[in-house]
């Protein structure tokens, strides 16, 4: 249960650095942009995952 809320901190604060770039950039198709939401879509596959798996 501490790695599930571990990683929905975690969630929170990458999706917060997004918006954060998102306003900062010119194009949502930015290489910061791109990386930041691939990063955040990782880290939401490993949290379900877990959630699949019962963990």
Excluded: F, H, P, W
């Excluded at 010119?26 to 879509?41: F, M, N, P, W, Y």
């Amino acid at each position: 249960m501490e790695k599930i809320i571990e990683i929905e901190k975690m969630i929170c604060k990458m999706r917060q650095s997004l918006y954060e770039i998102i306003n900062n950039e010119k194009s949502l198709l930015g290489i910061e942009v791109i990386t930041a939401s691939q990063r955040l879509d990782d880290i939401i596959n490993q949290y379900n995952e877990l959630l699949d798996n019962g963990i």
